[in-house]
């Protein structure tokens, strides 16, 4: 049988990079991507190389150009040939009262975490429905669950992340594709770092007190989640156990939603 094929958006940092470790372990091939160009990745490439038999490539796709997900899961094909695990990873942030939102702002969170996930699902149901076998996996967010305060591109975003997920659910699921939304709360990486300074300014707070009273405020546990728990949960969700799990929204949010 041939090795497993992840095309993994969004996989130089953060949470997409321990998806894509998770998935080097698991002797997986896998297509990392960023919109930086290749060179700026080469360190990265050798590091996921050793830890596993697959092949690993970066692919270089802006996807603040939403159709540009659709040329990149194309590519992976073409490369691979086929996609057996998409991870629709790829997001960023803007903290702006909404009378304040630049548009542009709305238009890339949108285009990034959005409109890139549906190309990119167009171009990889198809092959994985044909195969009899894929995995969709959506890295939402607590915000698809739940709305905070000036973040109003990122909770409209995610929420309808969470709809789409459940959409294709419904249309894959005599296919043997699963369709399933992570909806983690506070993971400490780069995009939270930098909320933190953006938070700090619109709440006129210091950034220890942005952490302690604004950003982990909603969460229970009062600590970050890491993001090899948010890895750990794509790996089982890649698996034959949980073959039953589709259109569903899996919060990992220290208690966030239970409230
Ligand atoms: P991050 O900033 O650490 O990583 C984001 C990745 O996306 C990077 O590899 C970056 O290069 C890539 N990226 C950004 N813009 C891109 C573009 N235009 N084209 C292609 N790639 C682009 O962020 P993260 O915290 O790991 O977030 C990953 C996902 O998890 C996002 O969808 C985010 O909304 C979601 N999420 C994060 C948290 C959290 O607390 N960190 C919580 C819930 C959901």
Same mark, same amino acid.
């Given at each position: 049988?041939?090795?497993?094929?992840?095309?993994?958006?969004?996989?130089?940092?953060?949470?997409?990079?321990?998806?894509?470790?998770?998935?080097?372990?698991?002797?997986?091939?896998?297509?990392?991507?960023?919109?930086?160009?290749?060179?700026?990745?080469?360190?990265?490439? $050798? %590091? #996921?190389?050793?830890?596993?038999?697959?092949?690993?490539?970066?692919?270089?796709?802006?996807?603040?150009?939403?159709?540009?997900?659709?040329?990149?899961?194309?590519?992976?094909?073409?490369?691979?040939?086929?996609? $057996?695990?998409?991870?629709?990873?790829?997001?960023?942030?803007?903290?702006?009262?909404?009378?304040?939102?630049? $548009? %542009?702002?709305?238009?890339?969170?949108?285009?990034?975490?959005?409109?890139?996930?549906?190309?990119?699902?167009?171009?990889?149901?198809?092959?994985?429905?044909?195969?009899?076998?894929?995995?969709?996996?959506?890295?939402?967010?607590?915000?698809?669950?739940?709305?905070?305060?000036?973040?109003?591109?990122?909770?409209?975003?995610?929420?309808?992340?969470?709809?789409?997920?459940?959409?294709?659910?419904?249309?894959?699921? %005599?296919?043997?594709?699963?369709?399933?939304?992570?909806?983690?709360?506070?993971?400490?990486?780069?995009?939270?770092?930098?909320?933190?300074?953006?938070?700090?300014?619109?709440?006129? #707070?210091?950034?220890? %007190?942005?952490?302690?009273?604004?950003?982990?405020?909603?969460?229970?546990?009062?600590?970050?989640?890491?993001?090899?728990?948010?890895?750990?949960?794509?790996?089982?969700?890649?698996?034959?156990?949980?073959?039953?799990?589709?259109?569903?929204?899996?919060?990992?949010?220290?208690?966030?939603?239970?409230?």
């Amino acid at each position: 049988m041939s090795k497993r094929v992840a095309l993994v958006t969004g996989s130089t940092s953060g949470i997409g990079l321990a998806i894509a470790h998770k998935f080097a372990e698991m002797n997986y091939c896998v297509a990392l991507n960023s919109f930086e160009p290749a060179e700026s990745h080469a360190a990265l490439i $050798d %590091e #996921l190389d050793v830890l596993g038999t697959g092949e690993i490539v970066y692919f270089p796709a802006d996807l603040a150009n939403a159709p540009a997900s659709r040329a990149l899961a194309e590519a992976v094909i073409a490369h691979f040939g086929h996609i $057996d695990v998409l991870v629709n990873n790829a997001g960023i942030q803007k903290v702006a009262p909404i009378e304040d939102f630049p $548009d %542009e702002d709305w238009r890339r969170i949108v285009a990034v975490s959005l409109d890139s996930a549906f190309h990119a699902i167009r171009a990889s149901l198809p092959g994985m429905t044909a195969r009899g076998w894929g995995r969709i996996i959506n890295i939402a967010s607590a915000h698809g669950l739940r709305a905070s305060p000036f973040k109003s591109a990122y909770v409209a975003t995610k929420h309808a992340v969470v709809g789409l997920t459940k959409t294709v659910a419904l249309e894959a699921a %005599e296919k043997g594709v699963t369709v399933n939304a992570i909806c983690p709360g506070y993971v400490w990486t780069p995009l939270v770092a930098k909320q933190v300074a953006d938070q700090a300014r619109v709440h006129g #707070l210091t950034e220890d %007190e942005v952490i302690r009273q604004v950003i982990l405020a909603p969460q229970p546990t009062k600590q970050f989640v890491q993001p090899e728990e948010i890895a750990e949960m794509a790996a089982y969700l890649c698996s034959d156990w949980a073959r039953s799990i589709t259109g569903s929204t899996i919060s990992i949010d220290g208690g966030w939603t239970a409230k």
